[in-house]
């Protein structure tokens, strides 16, 4: 199984609301990995989980909150969004969950396109 | 710092022939690995290839080939006989840093696969 789950696949809200996007993976990978996507760009690295640890938050606003409550599971917990947070927020994971040069192959979930309004 | 650079926003080609997107790339590491990625459109990103750089091979998989000039820091993708399944975003990730767990990716090249 080499799949990665994200639910929702779209999200609409508002700019008061508390919303959760979340993650799967039972690949047994070690590090998982939240991006941005606007449309026609490159995904922007946002946070990255190494065996349930936070490794990497590239300054994301706090108004992003992730969550790894296990290795399996990645949650990213949305509160007082901007209309320019709208975006395709993808989720990845990776099997070792090592840094360097030495990287990995990420396998990608489909994503959640959230419109905040 | 890793920086890369896909030179060519938009490509197309026809169907049955053969295409080659562009990728350059900057790092100080000596032996690292190097990705390229696709995304259809409304699909998920996956591995198309990867590249070891010690290894002298250019990597294959099926109808895609790389060209990896060590040297040069180039890293380009030939896809052969184009289907149309082929038209999408593709994306090269450059090596990481030394001890880093980013990744970055190019801009992409969106390519087009004409009937």
């Known amino acids: 199984d080499t799949e990665v789950t994200q639910t929702p696949k779209h999200l609409v809200m508002g700019m008061t609301n508390k919303k959760s996007l979340k993650c799967e993976q039972h690949?047994?990978?070690?590090?998982m990995y939240w991006y941005k996507q606007k449309a026609k760009k490159p995904p922007e690295l946002m946070f990255v989980y190494s065996y349930e640890k936070l490794s990497i938050n590239e300054s994301v606003p706090s108004r992003f909150s992730p969550e790894c409550p296990n290795s399996s599971l990645l949650n990213l917990h949305l509160h007082a969004l901007q209309p320019e947070d709208s975006a395709l927020y993808l989720c990845?994971?990776?099997?070792?969950?090592?840094?360097?040069?030495?990287?990995?192959?990420?396998?990608f979930g489909p994503g959640t396109r959230l419109l905040v309004l | 710092a890793q920086t890369v650079t896909q030179s060519q926003p938009e490509m197309s080609v026809q169907e049955a022939e053969t295409v080659t997107l562009s990728c350059t790339y900057d790092?100080?590491?000596?032996?690292?690995?190097l990705f390229w990625y696709k995304q259809p459109p409304s699909r998920q990103m996956i591995l198309v290839i990867r590249q070891e750089a010690y290894k002298q091979q250019n990597a294959t998989e099926n109808r895609f080939s790389v060209n990896f000039q060590k040297a040069a820091k180039s890293f380009s993708l030939k896809i052969s006989d184009s289907q149309l399944g082929d038209a999408a975003m593709y994306f090269c990730?450059?090596?990481?840093?030394?001890?880093?767990?980013?990744?970055?990716f190019g801009t992409g090249t969106r390519l087009k696969v004409l009937a």
């Open positions: 690949m047994g990978h070690r590090a």
């Open positions: 990730a450059p090596p990481r840093a030394s001890g880093t767990y980013k990744y970055i």
């Open positions: 990845a994971s990776s099997q070792r969950g090592t840094s360097g040069s030495h990287g990995e192959t990420q396998y």
């Open positions: 790092t100080s590491e000596s032996d690292y690995y």
